[in-house]
């Protein structure tokens, strides 16, 4: 699988998630921004990393017990220590909160791991524990009753929907306190060094607004905005 590199890997950590999204939007790239999953504590680190994908169908009875859960190969588990260094498990969960995808265990060992984060289109539990980690996770809402009685882990690595938006596996995923966008590997470093651009950008918009400048023919940039940018930017290297 293509890695994403860590020049890249490093501009999108400086790129807030509003940012990138204008930049996909412009690409005709319209659907990728998760529809109702929100960071679990807003303070939390900017998740960079690509996608490894868990995909959950509804539980059955006679098949989702605790003991199969507790089984050393339960797929479950096994999603656990395969997930890669730096990437983020992202998990298909149908949009149903009823039950916890994971919880603080979970993710606890994600952590050490080195992944990058964990996110679900359902709930997670242990939502304290969690939020003290310091581990980016993103959820659609809380749940403390256990996975299995709503959830049943069917495929891993494979293509799946979270929060609305197609995932493939390597794809690039991107969170911050506004939600989570997903980022086909291959136009990664187009996007990172569009958003940038505007970060940089919007640098130069909050100085001048500081000083009490309107928006009006500042954001938007126009064509003469751009010019003074340009002379401010160069201004701020040569000091």
Do not use: N
Not at 11 to 35: D, E, N, Q
Not at 116 to 138: E, N, S
Not at 152 to 172: E, N
């Amino acid at each position: 699988m293509s890695q994403l590199s860590r020049a890249t890997r490093e501009l999108l950590k400086r790129c807030p998630v509003s940012a990138i999204t204008t930049v996909m939007t412009r690409l005709g790239l319209r659907s990728a921004f998760m529809s109702e999953v929100r960071p679990i504590s807003p303070d939390q680190p900017t998740m960079v990393g690509q996608a490894f994908t868990l995909r959950y169908i509804p539980a059955r009875e006679d098949i989702d017990t605790m003991a199969a859960v507790s089984r050393d190969d339960a797929l479950q588990r096994r999603a656990l220590e395969h997930c890669p260094e730096g990437y983020v498990l992202v998990i298909d969960a149908r949009g149903d909160t009823r039950t916890a995808c994971a919880g603080d265990m979970f993710l606890t060992r994600l952590k050490q791991r080195g992944c990058a984060g964990v996110v679900t289109d359902g709930g997670l539990r242990d939502v304290g524990p969690i939020r003290a980690l310091g581990f980016p996770a993103f959820l659609k809402g809380s749940a403390a009753p256990p996975t299995f009685l709503a959830h049943h882990p069917v495929d891993m690595d494979v293509p799946i929907g979270c929060g609305g938006v197609a995932v493939y596996p390597g794809d690039v995923v991107v969170g911050d306190c506004d939600g989570v966008v997903v980022i086909p590997l291959d136009r990664a470093e187009e996007v990172a060094e569009g958003a940038i651009a505007i970060v940089e950008y919007d640098e130069f918009v909050e100085a001048q607004l500081a000083q009490g400048r309107s928006l009006i023919g500042l954001y938007p940039a126009t064509a003469e905005s751009r010019r003074e940018y340009e002379t401010w930017r160069a201004t701020r290297r040569t000091s």
